[in-house]
């Protein structure tokens, strides 16, 4: 396990997304992800990285996405994948994708 978690992090640091011009929904969790249990399993700095990210409106996507819409889904993000949170992120996805007419979202009144 401790070898799957530091290639992980190798993986996350060295993590650069290119600048991205079409439209991007986050869902962004709505409570910040409490720190793991087992804390000797993750370096201190990606603790840190973790917490400042969750800590930003847009988690930091704003600078790589230029039509990035957030809509905060109740929960951690640990916790996105389950129970009542999948309603909020279906209700979010619908409000976004299915609007009354495509005019209303910026994802499908985007136009070529």
């Known amino acids: 396990m401790e070898r799957v978690i530091s290639l992980e992090n190798a993986m996350l ?30 370096p201190q700095g990606f603790l840190e990285m973790l917490q400042a990210t969750q800590a930003q409106p847009d988690n930091y996507w704003g600078g790589t996405a230029t039509h990035l819409t957030v809509r905060p889904v ?10 009542a949170a999948l309603v909020g992120i279906a209700e979010a996805i619908s409000q976004i994708c299915v609007p009354s007419t495509a005019e209303d979202s910026p994802i499908m009144g985007s136009t070529p």
């Not at 991007?24 to 000797?40: C, D, I, N, T, Y």
């Not at 109740?74 to 129970?83: C, F, I, Q, R, Y």
């Open 13 to 42: 640091a060295a993590f650069r997304p290119k600048r991205y011009d079409g439209p991007v929904l986050l869902l962004k969790a709505s409570e910040p992800e409490a720190p793991p249990p087992r804390r000797g399993g993750y």
């Open 74 to 83: 109740t929960g951690t993000h640990g916790a996105l994948m389950s129970g």
